[in-house]
């Protein structure tokens, strides 16, 4: 299998109506919709646990879930990226009682009709939305405020926490990718 460390951040390929929506909204253009933190190793049975924030907010769960998703992994660009991981995902489990953002959705529409009524339209840089952090996490959000937690943000202060933010990351050389495919391929 794989060899993943604590913190490396899986990106699952989006599909249907989000994943178009996604794509033709923001820039720089990502394909990539659902993150995701690697927690441990499960050597039993030869898997890792993940933490991941879905509908019901963060929750546990197992990479296998997802060993046929076209994904990519990242990893921070630092020497210390196996210690800072660690400490981002500790600093993710303080969140395990936040709730899913629902309501990041309903702001993104009225910052997005902003921009419109001003004849600014898509494709559109995460900075041009309107964001101010809260209590509630959207997976991006998730991954974002574990690593912004122990002072190595993936996304700037302020800024819309869209999926396109990892690829501007990555563009940056803040995070690498370690990682491309589906996890039967291993």
């Not at 659902?34 to 049975?45: C, G, K, P, R, V």
Request: with cysteine; aromatic share 12%; hydrophobic share 45%.
């Amino acid at each position: 299998m794989l060899e993943l460390r604590p913190g490396d951040i899986v990106a699952e390929r989006g599909k249907g109506i989000n994943a178009w929506f996604n794509r033709k909204v923001f820039v720089p253009h990502t394909d990539r919709l659902h993150f995701f933190l690697i927690d441990s190793f499960i050597e039993d049975d030869n898997d890792y646990s993940i933490l991941e924030s879905i509908g019901k907010g963060i929750t546990v769960g197992r990479l296998s879930w997802y060993k046929l998703e076209d994904m990519e992994i990242y990893r921070l660009n630092d020497p210390e990226c196996e210690e800072i991981g660690r400490k981002a995902v500790a600093a993710l489990s303080k969140h395990g009682r936040a709730r899913y953002d629902y309501f990041l959705l309903i702001r993104f529409f009225l910052s997005a009709l902003r921009l419109i009524l001003t004849l600014k339209f898509p494709p559109w840089k995460p900075s041009q939305l309107a964001y101010v952090r809260d209590t509630h996490l959207l997976c991006v959000e998730a991954v974002d405020e574990a690593y912004r937690a122990v002072n190595k943000p993936i996304i700037r202060e302020s800024v819309f926490p869209a999926p396109a933010m990892f690829k501007e990351a990555l563009a940056d050389g803040r995070l690498v990718m370690i990682f491309k495919g589906t996890l039967e391929t291993v």
